[in-house]
């Protein structure tokens, strides 16, 4: 049986639980020989920190894609903004299959965001595990 798009973002954000779905709309890869461009977007509506978006974009050569972004968004407070990118996170990735015009994809982010009113830095983990559109 094909799995359709989507898939799941766990996890902790400081000491804050995360658990996102990824939104197959929102998400998609592009695989050009053994280059990957991957953009996976999670999305959770009501949570205690009220609407929340993450973004985690990854390219490179497979199996070891060099550049990594990660972003949390918090909409009820705009000041709580967090970012990342490969000068403080480590992306280890498990999956990265093509299976027809899907891409599996499962992996972890560790390391450190800055953001937020104050400008701080949290620690960061995050595994996911997705089944992504392949995009032209």
Known sequence: MAQDPGGL?????????VELPVSA????ATIIGTYADVSLAATQMESE???IMLTLSFNGELPDPGEVTLDIVFA????RNWAG???????EL???????ELVAVAGTVTGEITGGPEQAT???TLSFNAQLEQLD
């Open 49 to 51: 920190q009220g609407p």
């Open 25 to 28: 709309d929102l998400s998609g």
């Open 85 to 91: 990118d490969e000068s403080s996170l480590t992306l």
């Open 9 to 17: 973002v766990t996890g902790s954000f400081g000491d804050v639980p």
């Open 94 to 100: 498990d999956t990265f299959e093509l299976s027809g």
């Open 76 to 79: 009820r407070d705009m000041g």
């Open 122 to 124: 949290r620690p960061v």
